[in-house]
């Protein structure tokens, strides 16, 4: 691009195409991945940690993450960060989105460290015949790398994190719970196949409210493309009754009319 000009300058002195350009008249820094991996665990929000085996904050639990290398894009260090520091790749329905930039200037206390931060999903890491796909594998992660160990933790649990790691956390359910009125993302806590009884639960758990059943179903039903029903299949749940129909994830991406939260409802702190 050239400048008014056509001097093909940007006015700065240095010439659009490099030419002339100083990179050590900028202070260096350097870019790290971390993931917010949730689930649904035991009717409970789940979020995946890693204690830390080198300093800073040797000791201390963290999201999993690391150091961007130069020939990597952030999305594949986030995958290979979370194989290395969980041994958790290749995973079956991983839902992975980039969430947004953390940059403050003391974040990190050994240089200036800018981390893109990801949200990631994962169903149930422990299905049974009654919450989840008997064919789904459980998710046992362990620690590798530079991480001593790794767990899935309490949402509620996860406070006192290395860096600024609690507001990622934080930001990660914010904007999940978000998503779940306009994209239909729920589908990613679930196993590939599901009730509308287990579809509720992860909007219950996310918005950490109780919703009506029936107006629930209702509006899952009426969004075209959210869910299909398995032709023939049923599963008996911990409830009375007869079984439930059993749903897979549909062809949409976005919920029209859109799932809202009502004002009673509010949102999780």
């Not at 041994?87 to 079956?92: I, K, R, S």
């Not at 947004?100 to 981390?115: A, E, F």
């Not at 299905?127 to 509620?156: C, F, I, K, N, S």
């Not at 934080?170 to 719970?177: E, K, P, W």
Request: hydrophobic letters at 40%; a negative charge.
């Amino acid at each position: 691009m050239r400048d008014h000009d056509g001097s093909g300058h940007d006015g700065s002195g240095h010439g659009t195409d490099g030419r002339g350009y100083d990179k050590y008249a900028f202070e260096p820094f350097a870019v790290t991945v971390d993931l917010a991996v949730l689930t649904l665990r035991a009717g409970a929000l789940h979020v995946l940690l890693v204690e830390r085996g080198q300093e800073p904050y040797a000791g201390r639990w963290a999201l999993p993450g690391g150091f961007l290398l130069p020939e990597e894009s952030a999305e594949e260090a986030a995958r290979r960060e979370l194989a290395e520091e969980t041994g958790l790749a290749d995973v079956t329905g991983l839902h992975l989105e980039q969430l947004r930039t953390y940059s403050d200037p003391g974040r990190d206390p050994r240089m200036r460290v800018v981390s893109v931060a990801f949200a990631a999903l994962v169903p149930d890491p422990h299905p049974d015949p009654v919450r989840g796909d008997p064919r789904l594998a459980p998710l046992e992660p362990h620690g590798g790398g530079d991480a001593a160990q790794a767990r899935w933790t309490p949402y509620d649990a996860a406070r006192g994190l290395a860096f600024d790691h609690d507001r990622i956390v934080a930001d990660a359910r914010t904007r999940v719970g978000a998503k779940l009125e306009y994209t239909c993302l729920a589908t990613a806590f679930c196993p590939p196949e599901f009730t509308l009884g287990e579809l509720q639960q992860v909007y219950e758990t996310v918005w950490g409210t109780a919703l009506d059943r029936p107006n629930f179903r209702r509006k899952v039903l009426a969004a075209p493309g959210f869910v299909e029903p398995v032709p023939g299949a049923a599963r008996l749940t911990s409830g009375r009754g007869k079984p439930a129909a059993v749903y897979r994830a549909g062809p949409a991406a976005a919920l029209h009319p859109p799932l809202l939260r009502s004002p009673r409802e509010g949102r999780p702190a």
